[in-house]
């Protein structure tokens, strides 16, 4: 099928940064050792500025959206941002990819076959938007995960003659029980600080549910009440990141009316990469005032987990001892894309008896990136071996994180380095656990 010359065009749409944009990028090169793709490859464009001289290209008409290295670059970037953490010209480099995806994702899609739209329409149509799916989807997973079904299948060796072997490895391990947004009110003994509207997730709430669990505890212990609203959704990420705009769009406009009917100060969030869209919900709407203002005065109120606990304190002797050692892995969308760095580690190191080992290269990808590991699963893995090396240097007992992404591809990659004795663990699941320790140790 002909692709029509427009269709083609690269920056003509209405979410489409401004030209100057580019010009902003002096070539100084200072990202590119931050960057994972160019420190794995060398490759002058598969780096931030290689990148921003095609996406320029492209938008002047000098090489053709559809080209396969065009494409290729687009999708091997992993949107980690860790190029825009470090650029001294500020360039926003995820305003110029996200359109470039979104772009290339529009031209592709009349040449795409019917299995392939079929398949693109119930990941991301179905499973993201209508979180039933999603939970019916985790069902079949869980039983598929408990009931044997999964040895058997591992033992016909039908996985590895698919080539679905290292996709099914990545899958996570289905919650014992879901975290389903219902309404839940989680009142704090004594008179609340404040009160958080809690973002469930979508995968976070099937397949980290414990996460959202311990969420409740140490906000509670923190002295903040929390509510789940029912009417909240998936944070719309995977569909901007796939280049699935509109979706990513309606997807925010449910949350931002969700937060605004809730009341609640605070709107919390324990994912990375959830809480680094949700914190850009008005960069979506630059076509739509009316939404734009709401989407901006929403994410004003969007806090990442780790932040807001270190901004608001505990109350003194909150935490008892937990003797482990622990690395922590920085989340490219919280060390990078919401310059969360210290937070985490500030929380850490209040817990009495935990000693924190710092690894080499903690804020380079892990090569997760969403659904990146699967698309992309070459490099991911490279990135992967990476990491895991810098983890086995420091030989810690537990590594913490704070995405979901990031904690399953460490997991998988520990697992393959057969270091499946450590544990990887969400920040707040450590905090919880020291304050039940609290609770079990003498009183003076
Ligand atoms: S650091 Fe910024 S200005 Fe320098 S090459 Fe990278 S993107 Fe361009
Ligand atoms: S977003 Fe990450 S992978 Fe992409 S160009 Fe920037 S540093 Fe490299």
Same mark, same amino acid.
């Given at each position: ?19 100057? @944009? ?10 590119? !050792? ?23 290209? &492209? ?18 970037? %992993? ?11 500020? @360039? ?13 994702? #529009? ?32 069902? @079949? ?31 996570? #391990? ?54 789940? !609203?029912?009417?909240? *959704? ?12 509109? #979706? ?37 709407? *630059? ?14 109120? @969007?806090?990442? &987990? ?46 009495? *008896? ?50 979901? *992404?990031?904690? %399953? ?28 320790? #609290?609770? %079990?140790?003498?009183? !003076?």
């Amino acid at each position: 099928m002909v692709i029509e010359p427009e269709s083609r065009r690269g920056f003509a749409l209405p979410d489409v940064p401004p030209p100057d @944009v580019f010009d902003q990028c002096v070539r100084c090169g200072l990202c590119l !050792p931050t960057c994972p793709t160019y420190v794995e490859t060398l490759v002058e464009t598969s780096g931030p500025r290689g990148r921003i001289a095609l996406i320029k290209a &492209v938008s002047e008409d000098r090489l053709d959206l559809l080209s396969p290295g065009f494409v290729h670059q687009m999708s091997e970037c %992993l949107d980690c941002r860790a190029c825009e953490a470090v650029c001294p010209s500020g @360039v926003a480099y995820g305003r110029l990819l996200e359109p470039a995806r979104t772009q290339i994702v #529009r031209a592709q899609s009349p040449l795409r076959s019917w299995h392939e739209r079929l398949g693109r329409a119930l990941l991301i149509g179905a499973l993201f938007e209508h979180l039933g799916w999603m939970r019916a989807a985790a069902r @079949v997973l869980k039983f598929y995960q408990r009931s044997g079904l999964r040895a058997l299948v591992a033992w016909t060796g039908i996985l590895r003659l698919l080539g679905l072997q290292d996709v099914e490895a990545l899958a996570p #391990r289905i919650s014992d029980r879901f975290f389903t947004p219902r309404g839940q009110e989680f009142k704090t003994a004594g008179r609340p600080r404040a009160t958080a509207f809690l973002h469930a997730g979508c995968v976070m709430q099937v397949a980290f549910a414990e996460w959202n669990e311990a969420t409740v505890r140490v906000l509670g212990a923190a002295g903040v009440d929390v509510i789940v !609203p029912a009417d909240q *959704g998936c944070c719309g990420a995977i569909s901007i990141h796939a280049g699935e705009m509109p #979706r990513g769009r309606e997807l925010a406009k449910r949350n931002i009316a969700a937060f605004e009917r809730s009341g609640a100060d605070v709107y919390i969030i324990n994912a990375a990469g959830c809480g680094s869209a949700l914190k850009e919900y008005g960069e979506l709407f *630059g076509d739509q005032p009316e939404w734009q203002n709401r989407a901006t005065a929403f994410s004003a109120h @969007v806090r990442d &987990v780790t932040e807001y606990l270190d901004e608001i304190g505990f109350p003194a002797g909150t935490f008892g001892r937990l003797e482990r050692s622990v690395t922590y892995q920085d989340a490219c969308h919280l060390a990078h894309a919401q310059r969360i760095v210290a937070p985490p580690r500030r929380l850490l190191a209040q817990i009495p *008896g935990l000693a924190l080992r710092e690894m080499d290269e903690s804020s380079l990808c892990c090569g997760s990136a969403g659904i990146y590991n699967v698309i992309q699963p070459a490099m991911a893995q490279r990135l992967q071996r990476r990491k895991v090396d810098h983890v086995l240097e420091v030989a810690p007992e537990i590594v913490a994180t704070a995405n979901p *992404g990031c904690a %399953l591809q460490i997991r998988n990659g520990l697992d393959r380095a057969n270091a499946g004795h450590i544990a990887v663990r969400h920040v707040v699941e450590l905090l919880d656990e020291s304050i039940r320790n #609290r609770s %079990l140790e003498p009183r !003076p």
